[in-house]
């Protein structure tokens, strides 16, 4: 078996998504990050005290790291975030909505996830509701803000913005928004302290 070259080899991360997944990660004392694809930002809090809980059970010192994924468009105008991104984010889950009702009848599946019910879901969600529970976009301040936000209530070690979520935004937009997120949000991030829920 190949051994990592690098000693210390990176820390390891496990995506989560279902409760149970939560629990026995937490159990194991992994870091972990987490997503708002099936579900919403709303959800999170639950599943991460859940995550908590189950590795202060274990035995395992502090409250976890915990790393959010999660689309981020920022533009100079709230107008322009709001507008830019909405045809790759709304393609993104459609398609990400027919692809888990279609694995939803296929072996392995488990009922407690309800695959074909958020597939369903996820196909006909409208703007305003990703808008609301899914993405962060905005101006760099409204963008800081949220993240910030986030970062605070959800106790997190970081966050990897997906800047490009569907694949649909021109290079040249992406290539702006990063740069404002680079030097207009990141900077404020730093030292927001995160508050384990």
């Given amino acids: 078996m190949p051994k990592p070259y ?9 995506a989560v998504n279902s409760p149970d997944t939560f629990q026995q990660t937490g159990e194991a004392g992994m870091p972990i ?5 099936l579900g919403d930002l709303n959800e999170l809090g ?4 859940l995550y908590r809980e189950a590795r202060a059970a274990a035995g395992h010192p502090g409250p976890g790291k915990v790393y959010l994924r999660v689309p981020v468009y920022v533009a100079e105008t709230e107008q322009k975030a709001l507008e830019d991104p909405r045809e790759s984010i709304m393609f ?7 692809r888990i009702e279609a694995s939803a009848v296929q072996p392995g599946a488990r009922a407690i996830e309800n695959r074909a019910e958020r597939g ?31 970062k605070e209530t ?4 970081g966050i ?18 990063l ?3 680079c030097s207009d949000v990141m900077p404020h991030l730093r030292d927001v302290a995160p508050v384990p829920s």
């Avoid at 639950?46 to 005290?49: E, M, S």
């Avoid at 990897?160 to 928004?177: F, Q, T, Y």
């Fill in 6 to 14: 690098q000693a210390p080899y990176p820390e390891l991360r496990v």
């Fill in 33 to 37: 990050f987490v997503a708002t694809r």
């Fill in 46 to 49: 639950p599943n991460l005290r």
């Fill in 92 to 98: 993104f889950y459609k398609y990400l909505g027919e």
């Fill in 120 to 150: 369903q879901r996820l196909q006909t969600i409208d703007y305003a509701d990703v808008l609301k529970s899914k993405i962060v976009v905005g101006t760099p301040a409204m963008v800081t803000e949220r993240l910030a936000e986030l």
């Fill in 154 to 157: 959800l106790g997190l070690a």
């Fill in 160 to 177: 990897l913005a997906e800047m490009n979520c569907g694949m649909r935004i021109p290079h040249d937009r992406v290539g702006n928004s």
């Fill in 179 to 181: 740069r404002l997120m």
